[in-house]
């Protein structure tokens, strides 16, 4: 009897779908999907790719046990990686047909649909603060270029020449690239993602990203884009992808997802597959996303051979890993 009138009670209350058993808090990452190969991976790089995720979930993982908001954990996570040159973000960012370093960020809070976004800088040391200083502190979405790095300097954003965010391992990749007249020979996807539940039950989701090698002059991929590298949503789940932005912009990946859990009542997982493993393959499009919901569920879907991706919950479980099963 009890037991029922506490149900109702619950169900009278609208509490968030956190289910009894759920951790308190939980944090997904990715660092870029592709052809990713135990064959190709020499042990001392994927120790340092190892140990980045993993440092990069501490962050995360400290702000969240600490009662902190999945907002600071997605921001805190993504910026070690921003910082790190070996992924496709901020530092370590891909280069762009004219030889340039362009970044795209977005954050999204999915108490109430607030979101900022950031396209085209190439000054902000990191990207994922611009996109939460747009979301918090302009009435605006989206900024790009110029217009959105001065809006990052004056809100006091930490701010570099564009050479720093140069790495001479992604200028060898352009060279490549250029040479042989192909974007993405080595089908890498180095972006960063983030997306995190906190212990009141919020859910953050956060991408930031160099883009795609080889992009033409002004190109945008999705990672800016809400509802295709980023969406969250309390009451379906948090995305954020990696892959061919253009796919993922036409699919509206991070959202469809998300409506397929709030229209169709798909679980997490299975909706994470049916637009990675169905709509993108049958695009021959490549890629994967990292997702969480209030319950405490985690995806990690990728269509590629790889994906540089970890998890942590409250309860201590967690994993890091780059390669398929
Ligand atoms: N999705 C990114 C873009 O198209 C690239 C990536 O994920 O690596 O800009």
Request: charged fraction near 20%; aromatic fraction near 8%; glycine fraction near 12%.
């Amino acid at each position: 009897m009890k037991f029922f009138s506490l149900f109702f009670l619950i169900l009278l209350a609208g509490v968030p779908a956190q289910a009894a058993d759920a951790p308190a808090w939980s944090l997904v990452i990715h660092g870029g999907a592709g052809t990713i190969l135990r064959e190709n991976l020499d042990a001392e790089t994927e120790a340092a790719y190892r140990a980045k995720l993993s440092e990069a979930m501490d962050a995360g993982a400290a702000i969240l046990a600490d009662g902190g908001s999945s907002l600071d954990a997605v921001e805190a996570t993504i910026r070690v990686m921003e910082d790190s040159p070996l992924f496709n973000a901020g530092k370590g960012a891909v280069f762009t047909e004219a030889g340039a370093n362009e970044m795209d960020s977005s954050i999204m809070d999915g108490r109430d649909l607030n979101a900022g976004a950031v396209a085209g800088i190439k000054t902000v040391r990191n990207p994922i603060s611009a996109a939460r200083a747009v979301m918090e502190k302009s009435p605006h979405v989206m900024m790009a270029r110029e217009g959105a790095e001065k809006f990052a300097a004056a809100q006091g954003l930490v701010m570099e020449d564009p050479a720093y965010f140069r790495t001479e391992r992604r200028w060898q990749g352009y060279l490549k690239a250029k040479e042989k007249r192909d974007a993405d020979p080595d089908r890498k996807h180095g972006t960063v993602g983030c997306v995190a539940v906190d212990q009141a039950g919020n859910i953050a989701a956060g991408t930031s990203t160099g883009g795609m090698t080889l992009k033409m002059w002004g190109r945008i991929g999705d990672s800016p884009v809400i509802g295709a590298g980023t969406y969250a949503n309390n009451k379906t789940c948090g995305v954020s992808a990696t892959g061919h932005g253009e796919y993922f912009i036409r699919n509206v990946v991070a959202y469809d997802i998300s409506a397929l859990m709030e229209y169709a009542g798909l679980s997490l997982q299975e909706a994470a597959e049916k637009v990675v493993l169905g709509k993108l393959v049958a695009q021959q499009a490549t890629g994967g996303i990292v997702a969480l919901d209030a319950e405490g569920n985690i995806a990690m879907v990728f269509n590629t051979p790889g994906m540089y991706r970890g998890f942590r919950e409250s309860n201590g479980e967690g994993q890091v890993a780059i390669f398929g099963e």
